[in-house]
């Protein structure tokens, strides 16, 4: 994925780079669903049941590229909604406040819950009168605190406070319709899961079904630097460059699909998760036996890249990426994560607004028909037609949205509100937000040095001053301001908007 690993180069340039292409999951967000799935309250936590109802599947095209192993037989259609999804990785999120996030369509809040020590997703929706949740605060008492007007809920969604009852009135918190409805929730490889139905046969589902786990995530031996970055499509791979790949699938079924080629294997998770890992090469060639300790510890040497598309609504996902290794895990502890983002955040600018219009024509001519409509005739796309065929086959050719949306995408924005930055990651991104800040106030320092350099140049009379010293204050006021407006740029392309212009690489 060698388009995917820039990133990484323009930090680690010493690094092998693996011949990974990009990402191949793409999920159709902009599909609108078949069948609505409207909330039904239930006693405890008022809770919200979803009942999937499968899409019609479209008939199977017929492509060149096909995948080489196919499961038979009458196979269980994929459920969209009993699955675990991520909402975001534990590094991004502040235990101080609640955060507001979207996933499946469902407007959800996350927050601490310090009594229990856990992580918490609610329905971002107070009982009382509807306000978000995620406007609130985490009170004295660790309860998440509706800032409307003050009621208060534990970490199992039940009410605490009411201030409005009178305290020799009726319990009104203790009613079942006072209760907030809670997901399941787990902490895996140091993400967010969450399960989209808060029925409560669902409270325990954690001991039946788990998220996708990956150990090279919790292995101390590798790095494990996490970005994440909202986007106005839903995440799809195309191919830059040009190099024949003889890439295999040897497995597709309800559970995703394996392909393998030369170097090593693509996995695609369902409903989110894609990753590709393998050996990486020695650096250079050893002889004799002195070198054979060497020459066995570089080929043990593993890199991942790990893809995790987090369906939000129609037309947007969420797409969290890491990209582990067991060598050269000190320069992550040296570099600061932000630094890696800038080129990361570079790779995704390059493909957003091709990408957004994609989904606009895919959606003119209908998903089931991608197939048909793309030419793929080489074994470079295999794994892109596998997911196809797999989302047909499947998944009913869509995303099966539990909440009603329009039946057409939003227009497409300006360009500098689709490839904005600062909302869609810096926002979210607990690294960057701090690096921001730094770098405005470093912006504004420069800029009051220089202000001051020429003040007492002024104010100074020039008897008192030597030509050597005026000299000095002349050429540090014009560094610094110079300097400013340097950081001015710097900050604005990479921290708020950078126009990719492929004709100009």
Request: hydrophobic share 40%.
């Amino acid at each position: 994925m060698e388009a995917a690993l820039r990133p990484c180069s323009m930090v680690l340039s010493s690094l092998p780079t693996l011949p990974f292409e990009k990402p191949i999951l793409h999920l159709p967000f902009n599909s609108i669903p078949s069948s609505i799935f409207r909330p039904i309250r239930q006693c405890t936590a008022r809770s919200r049941v979803f009942t999937a109802v499968s899409s019609t599947v479209s008939t199977e095209p017929i492509n060149p590229v096909e995948p080489e192993i196919e499961s038979h037989g009458e196979e269980e259609k994929f459920n969209w909604l009993l699955q675990w999804y991520p909402v975001m990785p534990v590094c991004d999120l502040d235990k101080r406040i609640p955060h507001a996030k979207k996933v499946m369509g469902l407007d959800v809040v996350v927050w601490w819950d310090r009594n229990e020590n856990a992580w918490k997703v609610f329905n971002d929706m107070c009982p009382h009168r509807l306000a978000p949740l995620s406007e609130g605060r985490i009170d004295q008492w660790g309860r998440l605190q509706c800032v409307y007007h003050g009621w208060c809920f534990n970490g199992s969604g039940d009410c605490k406070f009411i201030p409005q009852a009178p305290p020799d009135g009726p319990p009104f918190h203790t009613f079942k319709k006072a209760c907030v409805s809670v997901y399941p929730t787990t902490v895996q490889n140091d993400i967010v899961w969450f399960w989209p139905n808060t029925d409560p046969q669902y409270k325990d589902i954690l001991t039946k079904k788990q998220p996708p786990y990956i150990p090279e995530l919790d292995d101390p031996s590798y790095t494990r630097l996490m970005g994440n970055r909202d986007i106005p499509y839903g995440i799809k791979a195309d191919r830059e460059g040009g190099r024949p790949l003889e890439i295999k699938i040897e497995k597709l079924d309800q559970s995703g699909f394996i392909g393998k080629q030369e170097w090593g294997t693509n996995k695609f998770i369902p409903p989110c998760v894609f990753y590709a890992y393998g050996q990486l090469p020695p650096t250079e060639k050893t002889n004799g036996s002195a070198s054979s300790a060497k020459t066995k510890k570089e080929a043990q040497r593993r890199m991942l890249l790990i893809f995790i598309c987090v369906p939000v609504s129609p037309g947007y996902s969420r797409l969290i990426w890491t990209f582990p290794r067991n060598f050269g895990v000190w320069i992550d502890r040296v570099v600061p994560r932000w630094i890696f983002h800038l080129g990361q955040n570079l790779i995704l600018d390059s493909d957003l607004y091709l990408l957004h219009v994609s989904e606009h024509k895919i959606m003119d001519i209908g998903p089931s028909n991608w197939l048909k409509a793309c030419f793929v005739p080489t074994k470079s796309d295999a794994c892109v037609v596998a997911f196809r065929k797999w989302l047909n086959k499947y998944a009913g050719g869509q995303v099966n949205w539990p909440t009603k949306f329009s039946s057409s995408l939003a227009p497409t924005p300006p360009r500098e509100q689709l490839m904005d930055r600062y909302w869609s990651h810096v926002v979210n991104c607990s690294s960057c937000r701090v690096a921001i800040k730094g770098l405005n106030a470093l912006e504004i320092v420069l800029q009051v040095v220089s202000i001051a350099a020429i003040g007492i140049l002024a104010a100074t009379k020039q008897s008192l001053m030597s030509v050597s010293a005026r000299t000095a204050l002349v050429s540090m006021a014009v560094i610094c301001f110079a300097a400013s407006r340097w950081l001015s740029h710097f900050i604005y392309k990479n921290f708020h908007f950078h126009d990719y212009n492929h004709a100009l690489r």
